[in-house]
């Protein structure tokens, strides 16, 4: 824009550092309070210049709170997580968008109502369906047959029980139905004529298509697994199966103990970095999945 | 919404959504209707059937006033993380949005701490803004007790607050970024052809016509304050709902109750509440949605 405004533009970049600041600030605190020692950590006031001993802390850190463990099975949920809502949304979106039948309003509504109630309102209940997979299926024979049948299955400590509840919402299936509904119709129309069948048409039309919106739901599905932590928190008692933001309570220094603070930063910032670095590295991707599953 | 060529079948649409409302069923509905069950009933201390109690659970709760504690502490976060996230996010996408040179990397930037767990970024504040050492302590230095969340309510709630707009913020610049982008061009120029400077046009133009975005973000980051995930995990990880119920959330106040004091159906009435708050947040902002389509 050719307009001349010496004194906004100062106030812009003026702002636009100040948000760099608040934003980024408490990242610069982090890694250079990770990187300090003992001493200097503690040392009043604060010293933002980082010093050489990061990953010594982050070596303490990671046996500290057993941090090996507890990343892997980070990992693992997160991409359990992903895959599952991947996949299993662009199945509904595809059963609720490109079929005629008399269930399709059914399904939309039976899903669109999980857009509600969030896990953790309900988290109660849902912990006691996981404590007690069999419930509902032990009511409904003892309501038909009247039969006491004594079968038990919880999902406690595995990573069934971990990511199953997470996937149950809607969230993805709305992405691929935005995306479905902006296809042109004669898109099935021309398949239909060269003869594919449904399942054919799915497979090697829309899946390809919707390659885009894939990324995009992984790269937002990836980070809500990762930095999942009440769920966790119920489900797992066993420290095999223990997430990383679990651990974050072992890395805290203890009230009586050496406030250590800098090997406390320095496994946080390990427990911070995989989600960071897929936002920060698919940024596009991420920003897309962002607006389009909220809108 | 309809498709005009779609394919006919009734078993093949119900097989590809059959995984899903499986799980749907087990782990939505299922709990949603025991939801209903628990905060209607009470179980007996030693066992048997739950004993039907009509609306005593309810009045138990309402009865409490720690339970009216964690509701204006809901309130007050929910409310002041709102305003904050949306206040800052809009003044950085305003000024982002000005493409000024060198203006790229802090776009980049901006959106770096969402990418973090509440609870993970609530254990990094406990030391950035600890009184004892961090940033604040040289304040305490001069000021003893200037700031101390481990003490006062007041602060602590402050805190989670400031943890929560950390946080958020990224994200309601995103959306801010994405509605600014799509004002018109045109008429920004006009407004500068007539002499408007970039402040003023902000205020004047730029900022009435992004309401539906703040809007839409209003109820986004209220209904976020009051159950979402990262609220729970940044008041757990942060203050642990002290000192002295300074920031007991509902939320955090309804998990505490049934894992910890173990009483499912207090905690149950207490869900039930907030979900008749969630609905009416939804609600609102569904009437609304249809509202700016209907516009377009």
New interface residues.
């Given amino acids: 824009?050719i307009?001349r405004?010496p004194f906004?533009?100062a106030?812009?970049?003026g702002?636009?550092i100040f948000?760099?600041l608040?934003?980024?600030g408490?990242?610069i605190?982090?890694v250079s309070?990770a990187s300090q020692t003992f001493q200097q950590?503690?040392?009043?006031?604060?010293s933002f210049v980082p010093q050489d001993r990061l990953f010594e802390n982050m070596g303490a850190a990671w046996s500290r709170a057993n941090l090996g463990t507890a990343m892997l099975n980070s990992f693992v949920m997160a991409s359990l997580v992903t895959v599952g809502k991947v996949a299993?949304?662009a199945?509904?979106a595809?059963?609720?968008?490109?079929?005629?039948?008399?269930?399709?309003g059914f399904?939309f509504w039976?899903?669109f109502i999980?857009?509600?109630?969030?896990?953790?309102?309900?988290?109660?209940?849902?912990?006691?369906?996981?404590a007690d997979?069999f419930q509902?299926v032990r009511l409904l024979i003892s309501a038909v047959t009247g039969f006491e049948v004594s079968v038990d299955w919880n999902l406690l400590n595995s990573y069934a029980g971990l990511t199953?509840?997470l996937?149950?919402?809607?969230t993805g299936?709305f992405l691929y139905r935005q995306f479905?509904?902006t296809l042109p119709?004669?898109l099935?129309?021309a398949a239909?004529m060269d003869g594919s069948?449904?399942?054919r048409?799915f497979i090697d039309m829309l899946l390809p298509l919707s390659r885009t919106n894939m990324l995009a739901l992984t790269t937002i599905m990836f980070?809500y697994g990762?930095?999942?932590?009440?769920w966790p928190l119920?489900m797992v008692t066993d420290p095999q199966y223990k997430t990383t933001?679990m651990s974050?309570?072992a890395?805290?220094p203890s009230d009586n103990g050496t406030?250590d603070?800098n090997v406390?930063?320095a496994g946080?910032l390990i427990?911070?970095l995989p989600?960071?670095i897929?936002?920060?590295v698919l940024?596009r991707w991420?920003?897309r999945g962002?607006?389009a599953t909220?809108k | 919404m309809d498709k005009r060529a779609a394919f006919r079948s009734w078993w093949l649409p119900s097989l590809f959504a059959l995984p899903q409302i499986i799980l749907i069923l087990l782990f939505f509905y299922w709990p949603a209707v025991a939801v209903l069950r628990w905060a209607f009933t009470l179980e007996p201390p030693f066992g048997g059937a739950a004993e039907f109690v009509g609306f005593a659970n309810f009045q138990e709760v309402f009865a409490d006033p720690l339970y009216w504690n964690s509701v204006g502490v809901s309130l007050a976060f929910a409310l002041c993380g709102t305003l904050a996230t949306i206040f800052i996010g809009l003044v950085l996408a305003l000024a982002v949005d000005r493409q000024l040179p060198g203006s790229a990397p802090f776009r980049f930037l901006y959106i770096l701490p969402y990418a973090i767990a509440g609870p993970a970024a609530g254990m990094a504040f406990r030391f950035i803004l600890s009184p004892e050492r961090g940033l604040m302590a040289s304040v305490n230095a001069t000021f003893p007790d200037f700031w101390n969340p481990a003490k006062y309510g007041s602060h602590a709630l402050l805190l989670v607050i400031v943890v929560f707009a950390w946080k958020w913020a990224g994200y309601t610049f995103i959306f801010l970024l994405a509605g600014l982008q799509s004002v018109p061009r045109s008429l920004i120029e006009a407004a500068a052809m007539d002499g408007c400077g970039p402040i003023r046009r902000a205020v004047d133009i730029q900022i009435p016509l992004l309401a539906p975005t703040l809007f839409f973000l209003l109820v986004i980051m209220m209904t976020e304050g009051f159950v979402g995930a990262d609220t729970y995990g940044i008041v757990a990880r942060t203050t642990d709902g002290g000192p002295n119920h300074g920031t007991d959330v509902m939320v955090y106040r309804i998990v505490e109750e049934a894992f910890r004091g173990l009483n499912y159906s207090g905690a149950s009435a207490q869900s039930l509440v907030l979900i008749g708050l969630i609905m009416t947040f939804t609600f609102i902002q569904f009437r609304f949605i249809e509202r700016q389509v209907h516009y377009k």
């Fill in positions: 824009m307009q405004t906004a533009n106030l812009t970049y702002v636009m948000g760099f608040l934003l980024i408490p990242f605190v982090i309070g950590v503690n040392a009043i006031p604060f299993l949304s199945l509904t595809f059963a609720i968008v490109f079929f005629r039948t008399p269930l399709k399904f039976m899903v999980t857009l509600m109630l969030p896990l953790e309102v309900r988290v109660v209940p849902t912990y006691a369906v996981a997979l509902p199953l509840p996937i149950a919402t809607a299936t479905y509904l119709d004669e099935a129309e239909r069948g449904a399942i048409f980070v990762w930095n999942q932590y009440l119920l933001m974050l309570v890395l805290l406030p603070w406390t930063l946080s427990i911070m989600p960071l897929v936002v920060a940024q991420f920003v962002l607006v909220e």
